[in-house]
């Protein structure tokens, strides 16, 4: 037996919904209350079934059967066995008829993520093995629940959002960021139950405690302070980027359902928290359920779960965010020993694609008379440099392709705070990237705009040459990739206007667009073909490996850059920094957690590799084919790695000597003081997939790589 009436009552769900839902009708009460006492009972009999036994494939078949309960069109036609299967079935029939496909669809996706990540959780606690902060933070969103809540929150205030607008990043982090509070919150109030009672280690208190090595209430105190920044970045972009979006959309049905539904994850915060406050589930039953309910909720985190409150009560830490003096001398920031377990290896035509860039730079205006760069600057990037160790196997040709596209991605890196940050500021900004995203036609578009400056005519000459060897829906998916990073340019923009140092979590998630690592991962699936089937690739293995990898390369990117960005070009957008700025630390103990970080998603990263892809490649019956292109793909991944960080060490961008005295043209490339790339850049490991690393294959494939 899971639970008995006496559990049920003690739990009180429907006090929850009533404080998380307080304007609900009685009838969608019941149905919102039948859903929590759902999802709570699965939870623990997953937990009694199989956590304590540890049987991993009996979990696998059980959770198999619950998205037969989740049709996304007609009705539930499978037979239930169990008790979770019966509630889902009737749940589902009685919520989805009156909402749309695009509903539908994205509450079956929380839901399957809510059930199928009980396996990641499973696994780690048979490992003993602990997620790090990044990855926990991350999967903590599809098992924790949040997503799914927010879903339902939509449902009960009969306001959903339009799926245009659900898909852009305000939408995404206000979804992200209610999901994060009301995970982290759990986590404090749940850490003795979970942690000394029933042996989890999904808890983020315990990740704090074991990455950083401190006190158990250090821990707490720091999961508390991540808390509110996350409400904090919840409510800048419902006050600041919401409005933004939903004037841009012009429909004022839009505007209506997005703000009702924004209300819906503001109460569901403050009604949260209360609930905790009193559930025995959370071992408190010594709280006062007194008047002081009326009062509304205090404690760990809550006085932010109201907007108007938490302004007064949280504003040194709000602050904080926004007392970063620019350009303020920090001097050089010694590197650490960086952990590179793969080998690396260069194209044979690099000293051709060196010189065969600057005539391709010359030929789009990118160096000549710009305020930006001259060739004197380009030949010091050395930028093919990066290009040769990303594609060892790269033809001369493609070379040139990856080495443009770098070379291009560099360049509006420095040219947007170059020329908007620093003089045409955030509308002429938004013009700009507008215009760019029309320089990558598609079948069917219009022709590209004429160019007016070297950042468009280079866009419009490596366009066509890149995606004329793809299919529509691979451009497609590429062209995605490009808008987000240029999107992700004005977020920066827009942060920097205020001198804000952004959330620790906003900033690591923005950082994989802002890197152009997202463009890179896009173009090694592209590279693949249909080897792979495509569902694969939105497997949480895969999107797992692949963050963990744009996690490094940004994180390293940072360290390198940390005196130029922060003390040369008045940055706030820098991991070192915002570590700094978290944890009141400073620049050599940020330092250090920004290396852990970098250690501690590299080995994620193998773990993934090693034991999850094997383990999902029987889970999905792949073919030899599959298998290889995923192989490949990892294979891709390692050399964009080991390629990038070899780059960092021996170009001419990030040493104090450079950023003082530019280098003359002409002379060889010099390594950076303090780092070793040949103790650093080790051989690797044969994967477990049975490749090592292997070079992208086709011309389309060749054009990844990071900015910086």
């Known amino acids: 037996m899971i639970w008995t009436e006496s559990d049920l009552d003690a739990h009180d769900y429907p006090l929850l919904c009533s404080y998380t839902h307080p304007d609900a009708a009685a009838e969608m009460l019941d149905l919102i209350t039948d859903w929590y006492v759902w999802v709570f009972y699965f939870d623990d009999h997953f937990l009694e079934l199989f956590k304590r036994s540890r049987d ?47 509903w539908r669809r994205r509450f079956a996706v929380s839901t399957t993520h809510l ?58 982090v206000l979804c992200d960021t209610f999901a994060d ?116 909720p205090s404690g760990l985190g809550t006085s932010a779960a109201r907007i108007v409150p938490s302004i007064a009560r949280h504003m040194p830490q709000r602050l904080r965010a926004y007392q970063h003096v620019p350009f303020q001398r920090v001097g050089h920031l010694p590197l650490p020993d960086f952990d590179m377990p793969f080998r690396l290896r260069l194209s044979p035509h690099l000293d051709r694609a060196r010189e065969s860039l600057v005539d391709w730079a010359h030929g789009v205006g990118m160096i000549d008379a710009d305020p930006v760069w001259d060739e004197q600057r380009l030949r010091e990037i050395d930028l093919p440099l990066c290009a040769a160790g990303i594609h060892p196997d790269a033809s001369a040709e493609q070379l040139d392709l990856t080495s443009g596209w770098l070379a291009w991605g560099t360049y509006g890196d420095d040219y947007y705070p170059v020329v908007f940050a620093r003089g045409a500021g955030l509308d002429a900004a938004k013009a700009q990237t507008r215009r760019l995203a029309a320089c990558m036609p598609l079948a069917g578009d219009p022709p590209p705009p004429p160019p007016v400056n070297a950042l468009e005519r280079g866009l419009i000459e490596l366009w066509p040459r890149s995606s004329a060897a793809m299919s529509g ?40 667009q802002t890197f152009g690592s997202a463009m890179t991962a896009t173009l090694c699936r592209i590279a693949q073909g249909n080897a792979v089937p495509p569902e694969i690739f939105a497997t949480r293995p895969v999107q797992e490996l692949v963050a963990a990898a744009m996690d490094y390369a940004c994180f390293l990117n940072d360290v390198f850059s940390y005196q130029k960005e922060i003390e040369y070009e008045g940055e706030t957008h820098n991991c070192v920094l915002v570590v700094q700025n978290f944890l009141r630390c400073d620049r050599f103990r ?15 990263f193998r773990h993934i590799s090693d034991t999850e892809l094997p383990q999902l490649i029987t889970d999905r019956g792949l073919d030899e084919a599959a298998r290889q292109g995923l192989a490949r793909f990892v294979g891709d991944m390692q050399n964009w790695l080991s390629g990038i960080l070899n780059w960092h060490c021996y170009c001419r961008r990030y040493g104090e000597a450079d950023l003082r005295h530019p280098v003359p043209s002409g002379t060889e490339p010099v ?38």
């Open 115 to 172: 059930l199928d990540e009980s396996l990641w959780e499973l696994a780690n606690i048979g490992d003993q093995r602990p997620a790090n902060p990044i990855e926990y933070i991350e999967m903590r969103r599809r098992v924790g629940g949040a997503p799914w809540s927010a879903n339902l929150v939509e449902h009960a205030v009969d306001a959903e959002v339009p799926a245009a607008i659900a898909a852009t990043r305000p939408m995404r």
């Open 56 to 102: 991993m494939p009996a979990a696998r078949k059980y959770l198999g059967r619950l998205p037969a309960f989740m049709p996304k069109d007609g009705a539930v036609t499978a037979v239930p066995e169990n008790p979770v299967e019966r509630g889902l079935a009737d749940l589902w029939t009685r919520t989805v008829g009156s909402r749309s496909p695009d």
């Open 671 to 708: 390594r950076r003081a303090g780092v070793d790339p040949v103790r650093q850049i080790r051989c690797a490991r044969p994967t477990t997939l049975g490749f090592g690393p292997a070079g992208l294959g086709g011309a389309a494939a060749r054009l990844s790589g990071g900015r910086s």
């Open 473 to 512: 829906a691979d451009a497609r998916l590429f062209r995605t990739a490009v808008r987000d990073m240029l999107d992700s340019w004005l977020w920066e923009l827009a942060n920097q206007a205020l001198d804000r140092i952004p959330d620790p979590v906003d900033y690591v998630e923005m950082r994989r």
């Open 181 to 296: 509070s009301v995970h982290l919150r759990n986590d404090l109030f749940s850490y003795q139950r979970e942690v000394q009672e029933e042996g989890e280690l999904a808890n983020c208190v315990l990740v704090f405690e074991r990455f950083l090595d401190c006190s158990t209430q250090e821990a707490a105190n720091l999961v508390n302070e991540l808390l509110t920044d996350r409400l904090q970045q919840f409510e800048h972009t419902a006050l600041t980027e919401v409005p933004a979006l939903l004037a841009e959309s012009g429909s004022a049905a839009a505007t209506a359902d997005v703000f009702a539904y924004a209300k819906g994850l503001q109460d569901w915060q403050a009604g949260g928290h209360e609930w905790h406050m009193r559930s025995s589930r959370y071992m408190n039953e010594r709280v006062d359920t007194g008047p002081a309910v009326l009062a509304g």
């Open 590 to 604: 940020a330092r250090d957690v920004v290396n852990g970080l970098m250690t501690a998603r590299m080995e994620q």
